[in-house]
């Protein structure tokens, strides 16, 4: 499997390519100088997570099993039983790191755009239209509003396989990480909802590289993926000609 794990490491730096440096390095060093404070909402539960520890606001609210945990969870546990401890607020991406009032999603659209793009006003803050070329389904847009942000690794994903005791600066890396992100028509989007590649998968065209993605992303962060995830990627390589 060490021949697929470099092959995806090449591919997801070769994502990157085209983003501004900048923007890449500023996201990265920007993780330890946030102030992470008390979140603006409760999760399901009716509660929080702050820092390295949970805090209980409702009646009836559960301590997670976040930070008790020792080891990689069982064969029978649920993942999804962490759904209610999730909580966008500790993974927000609707961020503007260089203080130039583009969030990471107008970041993306800039750069990822095929040909100059407009925006909604003066300031630059809003892309209005440009030219993207949509990876899961073959489809090119040209009107911003058409497009959104896809986490290929989901974040309630990543949240339930073990990202729910990460430190928030590695919850919002994640989140914004380019590697991690895809533009896609917002139906497609509706479609993978926080699917794994066992039960979505993008155009036949792309899952190659999909899968290659997924398992880049992972090792990064030291994710551990869900048996019939794994299993699913290891039989595409496989298709795809990676050993």
């Not at 702050?50 to 993942?79: I, L, V």
């Not at 895809?182 to 699917?195: Q, S």
């Not at 999909?210 to 869900?226: H, S, V």
Request: net charge negative; with cysteine.
């Amino acid at each position: 499997m060490k021949t697929s794990v470099h092959t995806a490491e090449r591919h997801t730096t070769s994502l990157c390519a085209g983003l501004r440096p900048w923007f890449v390095l500023l996201l990265l060093s920007t993780m330890s100088s946030l102030t992470f404070g008390h979140p603006g909402q409760l999760d399901e539960n009716g509660g929080h997570y702050d820092g390295q520890s949970y805090h209980c606001h409702m009646p009836g609210c559960e301590e997670p099993d976040s930070f008790m945990r020792t080891g990689p969870d069982s064969f029978f546990f649920d993942p999804e039983s962490r759904d209610k401890f999730f909580n966008s607020v500790d993974w927000a991406y609707d961020l503007d790191f260089d203080g130039d009032c583009q969030v990471t999603r107008h970041e993306i659209l800039v750069v990822t755009s095929r040909s100059e793009v407009r925006f909604t006003n003066p300031r630059n803050c809003e892309v209005r239209t440009g030219e993207w070329f949509d990876e899961y389904t073959g489809e090119t847009f040209t009107v911003a509003a058409q497009i959104d942000l896809d986490h290929v690794i989901p974040l309630r994903y990543a949240h339930n396989q073990g990202g729910d005791a990460w430190p928030p600066e590695k919850k919002i890396a994640f989140a914004n990480d380019p590697a991690n992100l895809v533009l896609t028509e917002r139906g497609e989007l509706r479609k993978k909802g926080d699917r794994g590649p066992s039960r979505y998968l993008p155009r036949e065209e792309y899952r190659c590289d999909y899968a290659r993605q997924w398992l880049a992303i992972a090792e990064k962060y030291e994710l551990r993926l869900a048996n019939q995830d794994r299993n699913r990627i290891t039989v595409l390589l496989r298709d795809c000609g990676v050993d």
